[in-house]
């Protein structure tokens, strides 16, 4: 049993006796409230029911303290006397206040003002965070429900009240790091792409207002996809972060502003600077890239970037075109063969093409008609140990291009430009059409595999993409039970309604659904409710650190443990060694994908490997 499964069991334990208590003090007022006028007095027996329960408090890991009505502390349970490093007998009868300070975490009030403003007229329970100074100057934030209630003393009875604290320090620390998530690269530590284009934004009013001059610059690793191809997941990260560093030493931190808005693409804003200014600083960045001696097993790889560049000016419109333009004019250096600079400029021809959408809509056309993509299959495969030394059935399906020289173009770099010209639903369509036909040779065996196919938001709001797969499915042949289609998880949270009509139209047929990139949304775990899926894929920001990071070995934990609560099966994406394969199999995590199981291959060599499956079946 997890350390995180036994404090989930021993934390249902303490919520339900904290509520018995609260059900008894509850009761004792509402007894002492319905009485008569008359008969204020409060019974010996009424009296003996509201005498402190001691013996369950000394069982929670909650901290409990009771203040009397001159706000004395009269009791601390043991785990109060643990956090608070001081013992009952020394702190006995003293004021609170010169022992803790609490302190609203959102208001700012101090719990003084809390008792003695409103707890005494009320009888709500008040549940809020607060921050916990302790005796020995040690910080906690807490989550603190305050309870009136009734204690004997030695005239007969007074208002006390009953401190209930937990420590919420982990609960903070991973939304701490769900905030960074959501701001800052995971890898690099610099602004991720959603980031960027907020500070281009404010960057661009105060440009507007004090007619400033910046420079944005828009690098790209060349060659990217063949170097990740031939040196794996774990390498490429470093290579990023060395790229990161080498671009960082050629910029000012405190006044430049650098992101990641790729996956092997960085932006700089370098601010208030003349052009050459800048210019100087890209082109040192280049030559620096160059001079780098990059090993990867005992192998050097040669390593350069593209990079363009964009001036912003009081004529810049928005964020989102500058970044644009400073792209292109990125894609132009590495079209014309990479570790190069290219400026933007607007009446050069070939910038004029890609802001006319014809250079990637007709290589994307062109491809589509010439059937230049090619489909990869890599393995997600089972990580229970006798199951992990069987063969491979489950996998993944991912797209690949060459350009008309059979040279790799990077999927980051045509997907996102099928993206931005909204020719996903193209795109998509040629992999159904394409991967149906292959697959429909595949009869029934066992197991039967399982072959994941991405779509995007794109298509999933194209209104008749349902009717598309459909069809395809009934006119191909293929067994919709070896079908399973990965979705987003923010592709899901944009339309439930519409998600779920495409999910269960295809269920019925017997195919499967993955929801990708679980856990990089807030609303992660509401959202799961409404979707019937049958695989939950964790994002590979979290399971690549788990060796390492506690925050993101605890989000994949949970994770995994909620998963199974509802029912799924917990795929991990980038096990890309044996101590991350081992401690996700330890946690429970069924299913494990990455370079350390195996590598994408072509998805023909695949089919033929269940070919072979079903004429040994056969034959025997």
Excluded at 584 to 603: E, T
Aim: aromatic share 8%; glycine share 4%.
């Amino acid at each position: 049993m997890s350390n995180t499964f036994q404090y989930l069991i021993i934390s249902a334990l303490s919520i339900a006796l904290i509520m018995a208590v609260l059900l008894v003090v509850i009761m004792i007022f509402w007894r002492r409230k319905n009485q008569p006028v008359v008969n204020q007095k409060i019974s010996r027996e009424a009296f003996s029911e509201s005498i402190c329960h001691e013996g369950a408090y000394k069982l929670l890991p909650e901290v409990i303290l009771i203040l009397n009505s001159q706000y004395q502390i009269t009791y601390l349970n043991p785990a109060a006397e643990n956090m608070l490093g001081c013992k009952l007998r020394s702190v006995m009868g003293k004021d609170y206040r010169n022992i803790i300070n609490l302190k609203n975490i959102k208001t700012n009030r101090t719990l003084h003002e809390v008792i003695n403003n409103e707890l005494t007229s009320s009888m709500e329970v008040k549940a809020q965070e607060y921050l916990l100074q302790t005796p020995n100057n040690q910080n906690f934030p807490v989550q603190l429900k305050l309870i009136p209630m009734l204690q004997k003393n030695d005239g007969g009875s007074e208002f006390s009240s009953l401190l209930v604290l937990r420590n919420i320090s982990e609960q903070k620390a991973l939304e701490s790091k769900l905030s960074m998530l959501d701001a800052y690269d995971s890898l690099t530590g610099i602004f991720n792409r959603k980031s960027f284009d907020n500070e281009i934004k404010q960057l661009l009013e105060s440009t507007h207002k004090h007619d400033s001059v910046h420079v944005l610059a828009y690098f790209s690793i060349d060659q990217f996809q063949e170097i990740n191809d031939s040196i794996g997941h774990s390498s490429s990260e470093a290579l990023i972060k060395n790229i990161v560093k080498i671009i960082k030493e050629n910029i000012k931190e405190t006044i430049d502003s650098i992101a990641k808005v790729g996956g092997s693409e960085f932006c700089v804003v370098f601010r208030e600077r003349k052009i050459a200014s800048g210019v100087k600083a890209i082109e040192s960045t280049l030559k620096q890239v160059v001079d780098h001696t990059f090993m990867s097993r005992g192998r050097q790889y040669p390593v350069s970037l593209s990079a363009g560049f964009v001036v912003l000016s009081n004529e810049s419109t928005s964020s989102a075109r500058v970044l644009s333009e400073a792209n292109r004019a990125c894609n132009l250096a590495s079209k014309r063969g990479g570790n190069r600079l290219f400026a933007y400029r607007s009446d050069d021809k070939e910038i004029q093409k890609l802001e006319g959408n014809f250079e990637w809509v007709l290589i994307l056309k062109k491809a589509i008609q010439e059937n230049r993509f090619v489909m990869y299959a890599q393995p997600i495969h089972l990580l229970e140990p006798n199951e992990y030394r069987k063969a491979f059935y489950h996998y993944e399906l991912l797209i690949r291009l060459n350009d008309e020289e059979g040279k790799p173009i990077s999927p980051d770099e045509f997907i996102s430009a099928a993206e931005y010209y909204s020719m996903m639903p193209a795109l998509d369509r040629w992999v159904i059409q394409n991967v149906f036909k292959k697959l429909s040779i595949i009869s029934k065996q066992e197991p039967m595999p399982v072959f994941a196919i991405n779509l995007s938001g794109q298509s999933l709001n194209d209104a008749v993409f349902l009717d598309f797969v459909l069809s395809e499915i009934k006119s191909s042949g293929v067994n919709p039970e070896i079908l399973c289609f990965e979705i987003t998880e923010q592709v899901a949270v944009d339309d439930i309604s519409l998600v779920n009509k495409f999910i269960s139209s295809l269920k019925a047929l017997g195919s499967s659904f993955s929801l990708d990139d679980f856990g990089t949304g807030v609303s992660s775990f509401g959202y799961l409710r409404s979707l019937d899926v049958d695989y939950l894929k964790i994002d590979g920001s979290f399971v690549k650190n788990i060796a390492t990071d506690n925050v993101s070995r605890g989000m994949v934990e949970s994770i995994t443990q909620i998963g199974h609560t509802m029912d799924l099966k917990i795929i991990a994406e980038y096990v890309e060694n044996k101590e991350i394969k081992d401690i996700l199999d330890d946690m429970g995590v069924d299913y494990g994908q990455g370079y350390h199981i195996a590598r994408p291959g072509p998805l023909g060599a695949v089919i033929r490997q269940h070919q072979v499956v079903k004429k040994a079946i056969t034959n025997l």
